[in-house]
């Protein structure tokens, strides 16, 4: 796949398989993503939705037999659509009997094509149905052993496959104490003990982005430490949060008024990370404020 190339993620299987869960998964990744588009929409959907000039990676849908007597278009849709150049990509997935009988009995809900007869009769109309799709399919995924973040990473490494990607989001957001902590913080780091420029008349109207600033902050012993020291933490960790299935995470860096050394250290860490190949996102939340 080239990155000009449309890709197209169809997400199908059997009912009570995580095809919900999967989508989610895609949409944390950036794709759009739509969840029981009648196939008949398909290819008109897709024709606007690449034709609109969208940065959005590409689009993930969930197709299945929820689609009633739409869902037999699936397949001339998806042959369609591969013969006008789409990258077209199908998980198909799946699980045993027991534990989707379990699921179903769980979440109170009937099988969309059980009726009557129930969960095991549906089950087996929905694996008939959906015989061929699954001979398509490029990956086929048995959820039944799978916990979310087991299935977050099978889920990545599949798309890995085309795209070297980091999978983690990474923010990084300098403020102030005096102004609030940011609420979405999955780390916060305290950087009030290093010298505080404020006290300096000639450097207070500066900020964290300026060079005098941050020569103030990381000629002193202690900025140039923890800056080591702080990079280190956060790139060892880094890797694990990938393991363990997180899309995101928020580094979040204050001082007294989110103007001087937060910036500076979040601008700082910026850049240790960059070296890892991971982009993270700066904002600077209380940098023109007084």
């Known amino acids: 796949m080239t990155s000009e190339t449309p890709q197209i993620v169809i997400i199908t299987g059997i009912s009570g398989a995580g095809k919900s869960s999967v989508l989610r998964c895609f949409e944390d990744m950036g794709f759009f993503t739509i969840d029981n588009l009648p196939p008949p929409l398909m290819d008109k959907f897709i024709e606007v939705f690449y034709s609109s000039g969208s940065e959005i990676k590409g689009v993930a849908l969930v197709m299945d037999v929820r689609g009633g007597t739409f869902f037999t278009d ?6 369609k659509l591969k013969n006008s150049g789409y990258d077209v990509k199908i998980i198909f997935l799946d699980a045993q009997n027991d534990l989707l009988i379990r699921r179903f009995k769980e979440a109170r809900r009937p099988h969309p094509l059980g009726g009557k007869e129930g969960v095991v009769v549906g089950l087996a109309r929905e694996r008939a149905a959906l015989e061929e799709l699954k001979r398509m399919a490029h990956t086929i995924i ?7 973040s087991q299935l977050r990473n099978r889920v990545m490494s599949i798309m890995s496959v085309d795209e ?9 957001v300098s403020f102030g104490y005096k102004y609030g902590v940011p609420l979405d913080a999955d780390l916060l780091m305290d950087v009030r003990f290093l010298p505080n420029p404020h006290y300096d008349d000639t450097l207070r109207p500066f900020t964290g982005k300026d060079d005098v600033i941050q020569d103030y902050v990381m000629n002193h012993p202690s900025g140039k430490e923890f800056i080591k020291i702080f990079g280190e933490f956060v790139s060892f960790l880094i890797p694990h949060y990938i393991d363990e299935g997180r899309f995101s995470l928020t580094i979040a860096v204050g001082c007294t008024g989110g103007k001087h050394r937060s910036v500076v250290i979040a601008l700082k860490l910026s850049e240790t990370l960059s070296k890892l190949g991971v982009d993270a996102n700066i904002i600077h939340r209380d940098i023109h404020k007084d």
Do not use: S
Request: hydrophobic share 35%; aromatic share 4%.
């Open 74 to 79: 699936t397949i001339d849709v998806l042959e």
């Open 142 to 148: 048995d959820t039944t052993n799978y916990t979310m």
């Open 164 to 172: 070297q990607i980091n999978p983690l989001r990474v923010r990084i």
